[in-house]
């Protein structure tokens, strides 16, 4: 028999009921303890003032993946809401171990907030693109031109060379990445009239 998915909502810590709070937490804490499993857990008190003491800055948008009463994944969004850089998102997705790799990651990624990103770029200059795992092998030497931009930061006194990078070197990323079992995905802009990437 086929599972039935997941049911997607919104959550907000300032109007989601006790139960649903302390579930997203539960699913905080085991997702916390499989990346850094060394570190002690948050109490739930901690974890809901974290949530609850955003900057006016940002705006902060949340869902969840429920199975039941049980939260299975969730999705951050920060949007700057600040007069500029309102074109930049901070996004992550996360999954408990048990229910990966069936669509649900995927599924989070709200198809409609990726369309809002590519309405309101600058058409006639750029267009935006996405990247699902490894970097296309016809894209790699742009990739490492885009990464050498790093190389334009300031460093005052510090004695350090530029930082180059390689086709190889980006595959070697990759390798590490798939060792341990995460996968990389890419929102990238190119340039339409000389379609170099202009940033990703």
């Given amino acids: ?51 609850r003491s955003v900057p006016p800055y940002w705006s902060v948008h949340r869902w969840v993946a429920w199975k039941g009463d049980q939260a299975i994944a969730s999705a951050n969004v920060f949007l700057y809401a600040a007069s500029h850089n309102r074109h930049i998102a901070d996004c992550d997705i996360a999954v408990l171990a048990d229910h990966r790799r069936r669509g649900i990651g995927k599924a989070l990624l709200d198809p409609a907030l990726m369309e809002k990103w590519r309405n309101e770029g600058p058409r006639d200059l750029f267009t935006l693109g996405w990247w699902m795992g490894p970097y296309p092998e016809e894209d790699l030497a742009s990739i490492c031109a885009l990464k050498a931009v790093m190389n334009t930061a300031p460093r005052d006194e510090l004695q350090m060379e530029d930082r180059t990078w390689t086709p190889e070197m980006l595959r070697q990323g990759e390798a590490a990445l798939a060792e341990r079992n995460t996968e990389r995905w890419t929102l990238y ?11 990703g």
């Fill in 1 to 51: 028999m086929r599972e039935n998915p997941p049911e997607i909502r919104a959550f907000n810590v300032q109007i989601a009921p006790r139960h649903e709070v302390a579930a997203v937490h539960a699913l905080a804490t085991r997702l916390r303890a499989e990346s850094w499993p060394e570190d002690p857990p948050r109490t739930l008190e901690h974890w809901e003032r974290k949530l």
């Fill in 189 to 199: 802009a190119r340039h339409r009239a000389r379609a170099y990437l202009a940033g």
